[in-house]
Antibody
Framework: QLQLQESGPGLVKPSETLSLTCTVS??????????WGWIRQPPGKGLEWIGT???????YYNPSLKSRVTISVDTSKNQLSLKLSSVTAADTAVYYC?????????????WGQGTMVTVSS | QSVLTQPPSVSAAPGQKVTISCSGS????????VSWYQQLPGTAPKLLIY???KRPSGIPDRFSGSKSGTSATLGITGLQTGDEADYYC???????????FGGGTKLTVL
């Protein structure tokens, strides 16, 4: 059974870089049939797509975050990572990693439990 | 402001049927698959519908999805109190080259 687990600091200072890891178990992150994404949800608000690591090796980012976001995959560790630089209070949210089908329009069929990140000094 | 538009809330009595709409444009819903997610309080979203109308294994047939033009609809029949949750539509926007979600709809089962 595929499981995803996010991990990383729960508190990040303004202007610093938020770094999260998503560990995949029960399946391979290098499977050619799946892409992997990050989605966030500010407290009391809706879902916001951050970006997707496409199974063909390219990445796609939310245009509003593109200048600050990096998503990468470490196949040796079976992990997906997220780096978001120059964070502000507006980046406070629950961050989810999720598996997506091979098409960019495919749904996210498996989600991690999410990890809360607060940006505050 | 979300790219996809959903009603903020809907409500219906137990046993009844409800529909949730998701409105978009030719660059997203009309030419890409739509997915629907259920988010129970304090939990991660769960995929309910993919490819406009397909249900993942384990999702009861009380849940259905459809698409017409630039709009998609989630239908839930035989409402149960356990269906009270937030529901989100999602798809790909070919003009933005980005994933997009609706703002979410809170379902209340009265």
């Amino acid at each position: 059974q595929l499981q995803l687990q996010e991990s990383g600091p729960g508190l990040v200072k303004p202007s610093e870089t938020l770094s999260l890891t998503c560990t995949v178990s029960g399946g391979s992150i290098s499977s050619s049939s799946y892409s992997w994404g990050w989605i966030r949800q500010p407290p009391g608000k809706g879902l916001e797509w951050i970006g997707t690591f496409y199974y063909r090796g390219s990445t796609y980012y939310n245009p509003s975050l593109k200048s600050r976001v990096t998503i990468s995959v470490d196949t040796s560790k079976n992990q997906l990572s997220l780096k978001l630089s120059s964070v502000t209070a507006a980046d406070t949210a629950v961050y989810y990693c999720a598996r997506q089908g091979e098409l960019l329009e495919d749904g996210f069929d498996t989600w991690g439990q999410g990890t809360m990140v607060t940006v505050s000094s | 402001q979300s790219v996809l538009t959903q009603p903020p809330s809907v409500s219906a009595a137990p046993g009844q049927k409800v529909t949730i709409s998701c409105s978009g444009s030719s660059s997203n819903i009309e030419n890409n698959y739509v997915s629907w997610y259920q988010q129970l309080p304090g939990t991660a979203p769960k995929l309910l519908i993919y490819d406009n109308s397909k249900r993942p294994s384990g999702i009861p047939d009380r849940f259905s999805g459809s698409k017409s033009g630039t709009s998609a609809t989630l239908g839930i029949t035989g409402l149960q109190t356990g269906d009270e949750a937030d529901y989100y539509c999602g798809t790909w926007d070919s003009s933005l080259s980005a994933g997009v979600f609706g703002g979410g709809t809170k379902l209340t089962v009265l």
